[in-house]
């Protein structure tokens, strides 16, 4: 026979674990991924080469990040790297982008990931070319 204890003890935990539940439910998720950092050299005349590493924690065959793109502040696009399968097993991972031309007006480039199902967003890199 439970005791009124019991029975409080019992239904404290149910509250508590739907609560627990509820509460990883309406978490935000991550919606982009971020770019934890990046690397650039000088590749010939206006040209640069960026060593890019990206983490997307929900990585799943299904929606994963899918590329990256390199972009002056004012949102010019110099260069873009599509990545054709996700990388679950390696996270955060690093690829590369060579022969990215910008031009010698630009100083420093924003570097941006892609999300498959929500496109760009997420943390950005700034990163300021060599030689500038």
């Known amino acids: 026979m ?4 019991r ?3 019992i239904l404290a935990i149910g509250i508590i674990t739907l609560a627990g539940d509820a509460l ?11 770019v934890i950092s990046a690397e650039v050299r000088a590749t010939g005349d206006d ?10 924690p929900y990585d799943t065959p299904q929606r994963y990040a899918d590329a990256f793109r390199v972009m002056g502040k004012d949102g010019t696009l110099y260069g873009e ?11 955060p ?4 982008l060579h022969a990215v031309k910008v031009p010698k007006s ?8 892609r999300d498959q ?3 760009y967003g997420g943390k950005t890199v700034e990163v300021a070319l060599p030689g500038r």
């Open 7 to 9: 029975i409080f003890t």
């Open 24 to 34: 990883a439910e309406n978490a935000p998720q991550q919606r982009y991924p971020d």
């Open 81 to 91: 790297r599509i990545l054709l399968h996700d990388h679950a097993a390696e996270q």
């Open 93 to 96: 991972f690093t690829r590369s």
């Open 117 to 119: 199902r929500f496109g």
């Open 2 to 5: 439970l005791t009124h204890l």
């Open 47 to 56: 040209s640069f080469g960026f060593d890019v590493t990206l983490s997307s």
């Open 106 to 113: 630009v100083a420093t480039v924003v570097i941006q990931g």
